[in-house]
């Protein structure tokens, strides 16, 4: 509705507040979270229904962009996560300095090993090995959905930066694991490492000459580094991964995922600027691309990846507990059922796991039980939220 | 034969004349249909190429053992030399213990006689079994091989990257023989409820088939026995009942051109020039479908044309 419309008087005041809050609450998230929230979901839906009623079609066009898309496309979206984890490690940030990242990251490696432990237990008693070589899904953690779920559980809480802490660091892991475990039969590493070595000297190259537009950073050695990993065998769709930290930056960090104020002009922000728009293209492609699975004849192997992430919050608490025994310290105001909660919200596993399980898994209906499965793990923002309910933590304290 | 026995003692025990004949009559029928039933209606030229196929068998449960036994029994009378399996060759544990309890121990007497056995892998298939001895497939995902006139392509349709394409183009491409038969475990194209055709999987084997002149093409997954109407001028055979079984699951449709969803089956097939019979035989041994078609005519980079099996 336009702000200008006439309203009747009795109505404007009762919507008034509603607005106001929606209004607060939309300037506080960054419009990178809400037109991930848009865009993403609308290609998955279209997705869906398009593989469940022409899937002739669909696979066709799946086969056509997922090149682009996936391994080109997706890399400007990694690359804007890669920026609020480069801005974290600036004073004030979340990631500043490194030893606030202790806990949550201990936190996250319990979480990987157990879900990805669960990941391939059920499989076995679910006699679906095929499926086996897609653990690295398992610890996928999808940062903008789990974010989004604790924000609306906690709202000012430090278990926000505790969660994004701990999904980055699971993501991490998991791209380690993908890039070391599951390189092309015909990489050819010596090459791919020689040709990044050239990328991050440029980038630091440019850094170090004061370019303040980012398009030098992107075109060569952005361009560079992709096909570094190409060449290397690991998911070129990391290809800016190691050079958006070269990018001049602010001094102090305004927060994960907060919106940077109109005076910004620092080059990462400006980076942020210009691709926000692209990246929620990329993301309603990535969606229609790679959520598009058959509805019917489900085999076991689906419920992998949903089972590992709902088991998840159990390795995260277990980790956490030994390495609060070990000495280090918990958030001042954050208790062990927020932990819980907190790791429920980490069984979401969607976007990241999407990207996984096709940097591990070729076309095939083995990807699309996977497919299936990260979908499905969207479930897991509801499990959290009755774990809030029924616990009687943020929202829902007495 | 404890059937019929019991069947005789029936007969005995009714005195009158005329019951006793009737039923005389009706235990000399059932015999011969019994007998009847596990003779292959095959040619079974000395110069053909005769193979078996089963897919998603590997339960060790009764009903695979009583597969394995109708294929014995037949190999006396159509002596195939392989058996191509459709994926879904071991279900539930990969153990050694496994292997024999619902492969080598079934398929003893095949195996005895000298019968190969060539796997393609199916969803609930342990990729470590590529290397299984008795499964001949050269420690690959996919190969191919061929005797007389048929060349072999057994792929792998739960993984399907591009280097097993490019593979699968260039074997096509530089394959001589008249007749390329291609098996993996999930169908391009099917009737039944459950799964229904892997599409995805279609639109990336389906090209190369057309273009390369494929001219048969069998699969599992489905816990059911069909055969489809050429599509595209490439014949399907759906045998997914080997061990398996999902009674009522064929949704006919103008697609279906035979289907059989009551009982496990298994697939015997002849290859003699330019001709391929075969012969769909349930677990009891009652052939469910048969039948023969001709090699299809084509140019390389045309659609096949023909006109479907004939019973």
Known sequence: MSPDAPHPAHSEREHQPAV????????????????????????????????????????????????????????????????????????DGALHPWRRAALPAVAAI????????????????????????????????????????????????????????????????????????????????????????????????LRRGKVNSFWPYLLVPGTLSWFALFLGGVHPALALVPIIPFLPHARRDRGLFVEPTPQAHDTLTLFERWWRLPVEGVLLLFGLVNAGVPLHGLEAGVWALPVAGLVRPFGILAAAWLAIAAGLHVPHGFGWRDLLVVGCATSIGLVFALFFSTAVMPLGPVLL?????????????????????????????? | MKDRVYRFHVAQ?????????????????????????????????????????????????????????????????????????????????????????????PYKVLLDQGVKFYASLGNHDDPVNIRYPLWNMQGQRYYDYATKNVRFFALDSNKVDKKELDWLENELKNSKEDWKVCYFHHPLYSDARTHGPSIDVRVVFEPLFVTYGVNVVFAGHEHVYERLTPQKGIYYFIEGAGGELRKGDIKRSSTTAAAFDQDQSFLLVEIDGNRLSFQAISRTGVTVDSGTIERQARAQGQELTSEGGRR
């Open chain 1, 20 to 91: 106001s809050r929606h209004r607060r609450i939309a300037r506080r998230v960054s419009g990178f979270i809400l037109d991930y929230l848009v865009a993403l979901p609308i290609g998955c839906a279209a997705a869906l229904l398009w593989a469940n009623t022409l899937p002739e079609s669909y696979y066709r066009f799946e086969r056509v962009m997922n090149f682009p898309v996936n391994d080109i496309g997706i890399a400007f979206f990694f690359a804007l996560i890669t920026k609020e984890v480069a801005e974290a490690t600036l004073p």
């Open chain 1, 110 to 205: 319990g979480g990987v090993v157990v879900s990805i432990a669960t990941y391939l237990l059920f499989l076995q008693s679910a006699g679906e090995p095929m499926l086996m070589g897609g653990w690295p899904a398992a610890a996928a953690i999808d940062i903008p959905g789990s974010y989004v779920i604790v924000r609306l559980i906690f709202k000012r809480h430090p278990a926000v930066p505790f969660l994004l802490l701990l999904a980055i660091s699971a993501d991490a892991i998991g791209l380690v694991c993908v890039a070391v475990f599951q390189t092309g039969g015909d990489a050819q590493p010596v090459i791919g490492l020689a040709l990044m070595a050239i990328a991050v000297g440029l980038a630091a190259g």
């Open chain 1, 369 to 398: 039980e996977m497919k299936l499965g990260a979908l499905i793990t969207i479930a897991g923002g509801g499990v959290a939220f009755v774990v809030a309910r029924l616990l009687h933590v943020g929202r829902f304290a007495r």
């Open chain 2, 13 to 105: 025990r009714w005195r009158g004349p005329g019951i006793r004949l009737l039923a005389t009559l009706v235990l000399l029928w059932s015999s011969w249909w019994t007998v009847s039933a596990q003779v292959s209606t095959l040619p079974s030229k000395a110069d053909s190429v005769k193979f078996a196929a089963i897919g998603d068998a590997g339960t060790g449960d009764p009903p695979q053992y009583d597969i394995a036994n109708q294929m014995a029994r037949l190999h006396t009378t159509f002596p195939f030399d392989r058996v191509i399996m459709l994926g879904d060759n071991i279900y539930g544990g990969q153990s050694a213990n496994d292997l024999i309890k619902k492969f080598s121990q």
